[in-house]
Nanobody
Framework: VQLQASGGGLVQAGGSLRLSCAAS????????MAWYRQAPGQQRELVAG???????TYVDSVKGRFTISRDNAKNTVYLQMDSLKPEDTAVYYC???????????????WGQGTQVTVSS
């Protein structure tokens, strides 16, 4: 299973970016998906998560500004980031809990990361 993230870049404070992460390969289905981020010198933190049924969770610092969504038919998760702040600057990673076959448990897979830089 491969996760390919895209959509990062450089944006001014107050701007928007949309990240995408598509899973490819052979598997039964994807359960939970999420976005993490890691800023220089900081620990990796969970930014937002979404269940297969669409239940979402957000870290407090992005509530009201970021929106996570997914398209199960495309095995893709998105992160719409609005009202970006310089403190949102980080490498963003997508994760997917992939179930290889119907009778097996899911296992976390990670994407390669995409850089988001917000200038003040």
């Amino acid at each position: 299973v491969q996760l390919q993230a895209s959509g990062g870049g450089l944006v001014q404070a107050g701007g928007s970016l949309r990240l995408s992460c598509a899973a490819s390969g052979s598997f039964f289905r994807i359960d939970d998906m999420a976005w993490y981020r890691q800023a220089p010198g900081q620990q990796r933190e969970l930014v937002a998560g979404i269940s297969r049924e669409g239940t979402t969770t957000y870290v407090d610092s992005v509530k009201g500004r970021f929106t996570i969504s997914r398209d199960n038919a495309k095995n893709t998760v998105y992160l719409q980031m609005d009202s970006l702040k310089p403190e949102d600057t980080a490498v963003y990673y997508c994760t997917a809990d992939v179930r290889p076959v119907a009778w097996a448990g899911s296992r976390a897979n990670w994407g390669q990361g995409t850089q988001v830089t917000v200038s003040s």
